[in-house]
């Protein structure tokens, strides 16, 4: 090698061979490429020129077999290199050959596709052009033209019959004032009179300006004679010049005019009316035919048309395919070698081994992509280690969160910004008894019966958003009140305590929980003490306001006038009578507030029943009492003086309802008390049933708490002793309205009893469970 630095080193004899291969194979496919762009550019200026493409097509025909004889040449050349290069078991041989595949694949699919399509446009949707449906749609139009024609002129000979009717007595000097009243009816230009012979007799419209109109035909005469009534279009055989407007048409009709007389020497008469035709129709008429006349011409030229896009579409797809080849092999070398480093470091690491792989120091992009590769795949395994401990921490936190969430008796919801339920934990779905679990990516208000809660939620979140800015808060609490289920019932309200707050990412925590039993115990409390208080307050003057009251009665009867004896009487009768009725109210709030212990012990039911129906006979009772008694009953827990006062008090409750409705209504009042073992065996159950009005939505959400009463003059004390009652036995009381079609029939009180049988552990349990109000 010489050393002169201006001296070019020499290369090698197969060097020089491989460099002079791709500048021969640079020189054809420029060369081809030159062709077959000017081919295309005369394919292009000979589509637009039928008779150009024409007058040319055997030269266009030539040079398309030479470029295609040399794409095939260059192509099969291409081929048997790489098929050599592969038997030779050179690198890369195979990806080369994967490469060049893809590659033609990526040029010759989409252009084949491109081809069969455009080719089966050419060959068959060009001819379906010509085809019969086309026909078929022109000669429909004609036919349509032909129809609505006929259909006018039908109906103006239809009219002309009807008219002709006017002139049935009219004789020939009076026919012209008749003929004028017939024209403006059909809206016709020209309305002729016309004798058997031809002759004219009257007229009305253009043809009074003419001296001699045109007549009617023998034929058309003799026809009319026969049908009474013809009619025929005139002034469409004219074919307008292009550009000029469409000729004047119109329909003539014939009709026989008879005559209503006996008379048969009478010259037969005949009426012609003529009615311009709409221009509308006429140019449309027109216009059909004419392109039928068009299509017919231009369907001979179609084989032409078809040839013209079938060259153009074969080149084009020859030198999509001489690109897509050229383009593999020229790429194919060049990524083959840092693919295949590549792909051996991708099954590395797609089978879990992240030790760096080979890098190659070439300065291309590939080269660069090797040595991030393995950069990366240390990084990757670094990363792996870390993630896996993280993980490792943070699977173990959430499982603790969510053992501690599952087991919260809170309820906790994490909701968006809009309202829309992220996650939410068991408790949530016990305390507010909907099944959250199943709408989360829901909002809350499309939960079933909280749409009221949600609403209030987010006006809380939305109040606490400026109350945090201004003071400073982290959370908010407030206290709802809703139905469980969406149920309007008073004994399925809850009472929750809400605390909301804030949480990172635009999240809400909402965490509840059900304070129901605490406001229950609450309630009841307060009563009590205002019951205690009550008796110890109201009870002591009772007794000295009566018998002060009695006594006055005793010193002043006999010695006062007869009207103030009278006012007197009748003034300590209502001083006792009302002392009398504070006495009871007083006793009812004692027994409410001071409720002995329950002794249990084995009770018959159905024999405590029919005991106590004894005290309603049925020649004293106002309401029908009709008991139903399940002879299956067995005995039950409970304190027998107890159950007697549940018993007096829901018996009283349902006479008086049934008793005021049937004063309202005018229906038969009726109380039914029934016994029934349940379906388990393991409970009894005890209902009290009246055919009073039921009870209001108002009162059932309440109806067993102290002093709430739907009567002018109850204490309200009655349901809630028994529910008090209820309670010491771990009974279940049920209060709802009964329907009948749809309409209130009363109402039903209902107390599910344990079993005297029943393990005393089981017996706990229902006294530890809180009684439940059901429509």
């Known amino acids: 090698m010489s050393t002169d630095p201006r001296v070019a080193p020499r290369a090698s004899p197969a060097a020089r061979r491989s460099r002079a291969i791709r500048w021969a194979i640079g020189v054809v496919a420029a060369l081809v490429t030159a062709i077959g762009l000017v081919l295309m550019f005369l394919l292009a200026q000979a589509t637009n020129n039928r008779a150009l493409y024409e007058r040319n097509y055997t030269r266009l025909f030539g040079i398309n ?64 052009w010509f085809d ?18 006929d259909s006018l002129s039908e109906d103006l000979a ?52 003419q001296l001699s109109p045109e007549r009617p035909t023998p034929q058309q005469l003799r026809q009319v004679r026969g049908d009474r009534a013809i009619a025929h279009i005139e002034g469409l055989d004219e074919t307008p010049m292009p550009g000029a407007p469409a000729p004047v048409a119109s329909v003539r009709a014939l009709a026989l005019v008879q005559s209503q007389g006996f008379e048969f020497n009478t010259e037969p008469r005949f009426l012609q009316v003529t009615q311009p035709l709409p221009p509308a129709v006429v140019s449309n008429a027109l216009a059909v035919q004419e392109a039928n006349r068009e299509y017919q011409e231009r369907a001979l030229a179609r084989e032409g048309l078809r040839r013209m896009y079938i060259g153009t579409l074969t080149l084009t797809l020859f030198l999509a395919v001489f690109g897509a080849v050229l383009l593999a092999v020229l790429f194919g070398t060049q990524l083959a070698r840092p693919l295949l480093v590549l792909a051996d470091g991708v099954r590395q690491v797609a089978g879990g081994d992240l030790r760096p792989t080979a890098v190659l120091q070439g300065r291309d992009e590939l080269g660069g992509l090797t040595r991030s590769f393995a950069v990366m795949t240390q990084q990757l395994a670094d990363a792996r280690s870390v993630v896996e401990k993280t993980m490792g921490e943070l699977d173990a936190a959430r499982s603790n969160l969510q053992t501690i969430l599952d087991n919260l008796t809170s309820g906790v919801i994490v909701l968006d910004a809009r309202g829309f339920i992220r996650s939410t934990n068991p408790g949530a779905t016990r305390v507010l008894r909907a099944p959250l679990a199943a709408f989360e990516g829901q909002q809350l208000a499309e939960v079933p019966g909280l749409a009221e809660f949600a609403q209030n939620v987010q006006q809380q979140f939305d109040d606490f958003e400026v109350e945090r800015l201004q ?42 929980d059900d304070i129901s039993e605490i406001v229950s115990a609450q309630r009841a409390q307060a009563w009590g003490e205002v019951a ?29 006038a007869q009207p103030e004896q009278a006012i007197l009487t ?47 006979p049925p020649e004293n009772a106002t309401v029908a009492l009709r008991p139903e008694l399940d002879e299956r009953c067995p005995p039950i827990r409970a304190d027998e003086q107890q159950i007697r006062q549940v018993i007096h ?7 008086d309802a049934a008793e005021a409705n049937a004063g309202r209504t005018g229906q038969a009042a009726e109380v039914v008390i029934r016994t029934r073992l349940g379906e388990s065996g393991q409970r009894v159950r005890l209902t009290v049933q009246d055919s009073g009005a039921g009870f209001a939505e108002h009162i059932l959400k309440r109806a067993f708490e102290p002093y709430v009463t739907t009567k ?64």
Do not use: C
């Open 65 to 128: 077999v030479v470029v295609a004889a040399v794409l095939v040449i260059v192509i099969g050349w291409v081929a048997f290199r790489l098929l050599r290069r592969l038997r030779q078991g050179k690198f890369g041989s195979r990806l080369l050959i994967n490469l060049a595949m893809i590659f033609a694949l990526v040029g010759v699919v989409p252009g084949l596709l491109v081809y069969v399509v455009s080719y089966q446009f050419v060959a068959r949707s060009i001819e379906s």
């Open 132 to 149: 019969v449906k086309v026909e078929g749609a022109l000669d429909a139009g004609l036919n349509l033209g032909r129809a609505t024609l």
């Open 158 to 209: 239809s009219k002309a019959r009807t008219a002709s009717s006017q002139l049935a007595n009219v004789p020939d000097t009076r026919a012209g004032l008749v003929l004028e009243r017939i024209r403006d009816q059909l809206g016709a230009t020209d309305v002729i009179l016309w004798t058997g012979s031809g002759q004219l007799v009257a007229s009305a419209g253009a043809s009074r300006f």
């Open 471 to 512: 003071h400073g808060l982290d959370h908010w609490q407030h206290a709802f009140e809703l139905h469980a289920g969406g149920d309007a019932m008073g004994q399925d309200m809850i009472n929750i305590v809400a605390r909301g707050a804030e949480l990172p990412g635009a999240e809400r925590l909402l965490v509840f």
């Open 532 to 560: 205690r208080r009550l008796a110890h307050e109201i009870k002591n003057p009772l007794t000295p306001i009566q018998l002060s009251a009695e006594r006055l009665e005793m010193k002043l009867s006999g010695k006062v």
């Open 570 to 616: 009748k003034s300590v009768k209502t001083i006792v009578d009302q002392v009398d009725a504070m006495k009871r109210l007083v006793n009812e709030f004692r027994d409410y507030a001071r409720l002995p212990a329950a002794d249990l012990r084995p009770v018959d039911l159905n024999a405590l029943v029919l005991d106590v129906l004894h005290l309603y």
């Open 649 to 655: 008090n829901l018996l009283q409750n349902a006479q």
């Open 712 to 775: 002018a003059k109850g204490t309200g004390l009655g349901l809630a002793v028994v529910k008090k009652i209820a309670d010491e036995h771990g009974a279940r009381v049920e209060l709802s309205n009964r329907m009948v079609e749809g309409a209130v029939a009363g109402a039903q009180v209902s107390l599910s009893f344990a079993l005297a049988a029943q393990p005393q552990g089981a017996v706990a349990h229902t006294q530890d469970s809180k009684s439940s109000t059901l429509l």
